[in-house]
């Protein structure tokens, strides 16, 4: 069975600029979270999609969107790109309401920001 | 809010010895789940282990047990008989129960596992 792919692996964009990160779940999960982990950080939660809805955001400001599609990938986009959202971006899927099931994690965005 | 604290930002461990990673958190639930994640250089979140606050049994997986304390909210990670594969950054995080709504995880520093051979 596949896990969480993500795409690009890496990403190198200019300030100013937007960048959309790609999120594919586990078959059968609907649930997608997003994490920041800048250099030397821990996870940062930026936002939670279930069945095709926002459901929770993290304390980022509003250039962090997405969107879940009704196949349950979602994107990731981040406009006007500034240099410290270089980092690097995991997106997780688990099963929803089967609160100690896991989060199972992709290998993540390298997103550059130059 | 809930916040988890690692306070050993790096550790280091002979080869087939034992090594103990601490971590801590702050809630006012009574029910939660807490978890350890592996992130080795390939950069991707693996599950070690997961303990139900419920439980009041700790959680084992081979090699990896940890030492969870509701009363002082402390939930470290033992890992026996460390092997190379075993370095790695490690995180401790928490998640509310379900019905709370925020699924989100939230996650300690992390420790830098170094292993010597």
């Known amino acids: 069975e596949a896990g969480v792919t993500q795409s690009p692996t890496h990403l190198i964009k200019t300030r100013g600029q937007q960048a959309t990160l790609r999120c594919s779940p586990i078959?059968?999960?609907?649930?997608v979270y997003w994490y920041q982990q800048a250099l030397g950080l821990g996870l940062q939660f930026l936002l939670w999609?279930?069945?095709?809805?926002?459901?929770n955001r993290g304390n980022f400001p509003p250039r962090f969107s997405g969107r879940q599609f009704p196949n349950y990938s979602s994107e990731l986009n981040v406009n006007a790109l500034e240099l410290e959202d270089s980092a690097l971006y995991l997106c997780?899927?688990?099963?929803?309401?089967?609160?100690?099931?896991?989060?199972?994690f992709g290998q993540g965005t390298r997103l550059t920001v130059v | 809010a809930q916040t988890v604290t690692q306070s050993q930002p790096e550790m280091s461990v002979q080869e087939a010895e034992t090594v103990t990673l601490s971590c801590t958190y702050d809630?006012?639930?009574?029910?939660?789940?807490l978890f350890w994640y592996k992130q080795p250089p390939s950069r991707q979140m693996i599950l070690v282990i997961r303990q139900e606050a419920y439980k009041q049994q700790n959680a084992t997986e081979n090699r990896f047990s940890v030492n969870f304390q509701k009363a002082a909210k402390s939930f470290s990670l033992k890992i026996s008989d460390s092997q190379l594969g075993d370095a790695a950054m490690y995180f401790c995080a928490y998640r509310s129960p379900l019905i709370q709504g925020a699924q989100k995880l939230v996650f300690g520093q992390g420790t830098r596992l170094t292993i010597n051979p």
């Open positions: 997780a899927s688990s099963l929803k309401y089967r609160g100690g099931t896991e989060a199972f």
């Open positions: 809630t006012s639930e009574s029910d939660y789940y």
């Open positions: 078959s059968g999960h609907t649930s």
């Open positions: 999609y279930d069945e095709g809805e926002e459901r």
